[in-house]
């Protein structure tokens, strides 16, 4: 399994369960290898026959639930989660995952308790730290920021206490208008990030210029209904695009609230942020792997760049037929099921705008869009997980934003009106007339109480998971006015790639 080898895995977990009684930690495993395979519904059904069996080790139980999450059975995986602490009530790894858990369901002074008990049974238990830290509006009254200082003092503070700890610290001096120290421990976390992270944003500059010229002038004709020389049109009622709607942008952006405010309109379901769409693209490309090649997690290097076939990666996947990208794509959205629309939200999918174009022509592409200094602030303050490894540094940052931006503009000129833009700064003022605009571009039937993003139950995985249990807030405008004096070379690397800065800057 760890090689990709999921069919020759197959047999081997399957024999590892035949005829167990009891939940075994295999049975994740059987269930996270069909899943791999595509085999959703076996997986669920491997999933619900172990739950049923006499009860199992802790692992087992945590084995159920991440699959459960992928499946999105998010209530289940909880209740699994549960079941493992219950079982090791000592391994504090069991209590970091039930917190994340409960923070994705809204439940955060759950999640929070949570978090208490792995840091109190292991003060090693860095990631805790920071996920309780973000759980809420630290106060004068209510915070960790002493705790975390001790924890960063340590004489054995490794790389992972410089990090983790370094985020949490900073995000509560934030909350406490602590700025400057704020500012050094944020600089300093994400320092110690870089420093473990290969990564050329040259390469990234590049890629993206690329994507630009393989969806240029021809493209253009064909996105508009003319015929390009080898391409095929996708064949209409093949795939009900109408119903599918991409949300992008950079992260921090505002594109878990639009997906929160659209979700709380009937008819709306979110796929949450999944590699569908890129993974139904490259496999029509036959570029198989090339997904995480192109996609903003790193440079495409010289073994991704070029696949089999002719051709680089780029212009396989340009020339890949839109019809089997579309039945791909619904295929792996569930886009025939019922008659909902259905949200992607991964950010990154700003890179694949002209192949969702292409392969989905009346798919719903709407575009968030902040204003730069607070979009780049908003990124470097954030410990990402393997993606976005350009915002850890203001210089990196600056020209990673300026070539998005450059992509943007390019999909903006050829696209035209396909491309539905929001102001991040407009939905947050005015989010009632913005969200109306946006559901009305989607087709959707518009109701005033979906801005109470706080009412929406739905469970969300993202970096804004706490956030939007909490009304629309517009407090994140401007946020980078308090560290003016300390974003200078962000600023200074952000004019020098003509990126438009406001006065005060």
Sequence with gaps: MRAGKFAEALPLAERAVAGASRCLPSHGLLAAILLQLGRAIDAAAIIKRAAELDTGIADAYDGLAYVSLALGWHESANDFYRRATTLAPKEPRFWYNLACSERSLGNLADAEAACDRAVSIDPAQYPSFLLRSELRVQTPQFNHVEELRRGLERPDADYRAQVFLGYALAKELDDLQGFDEAFARFSAAAKA????????????????QRIAHVYSEPFRRAASGSRVEGDTPVEQGSVDSSRCIFIVGLPRSGTTLVERILTGLPGVRSNGETENFSRSLFSAAGASGAAGAVGAVGAVDAAGAHASGGGDIFEQAAAADPRVVAMNYARAA???????????KLPMNYLYLGAIARALPEAKLLVLRRSPLDSCFAMYRTLFGEAYPFS?????LARYYAAYDRLIGHWRQVLGDRVHEIIYEDLVREPSRVGASAAAYCGLIWSHEAIDIQ???????????????RPIYGTSSGRWRHYRAHLRPLIDALRRQGVALPADA
Excluded at 334 to 344: C, F, K
């Design 455 to 469: 009412k929406n139950a739905a469970a969300s995985l993202t970096a804004s998971a706490a956030q939007v249990r």
């Design 193 to 208: 990030r870089r420093g473990r992270l290969q990564y050329e944003v040259g390469a990234d500059e590049q890629k993206l």
């Design 334 to 344: 569930d886009v025939q099921g019922g008659g909902d629309a259905v949200i992607e």
């Design 392 to 396: 850890y540094d203001l210089e990196e």
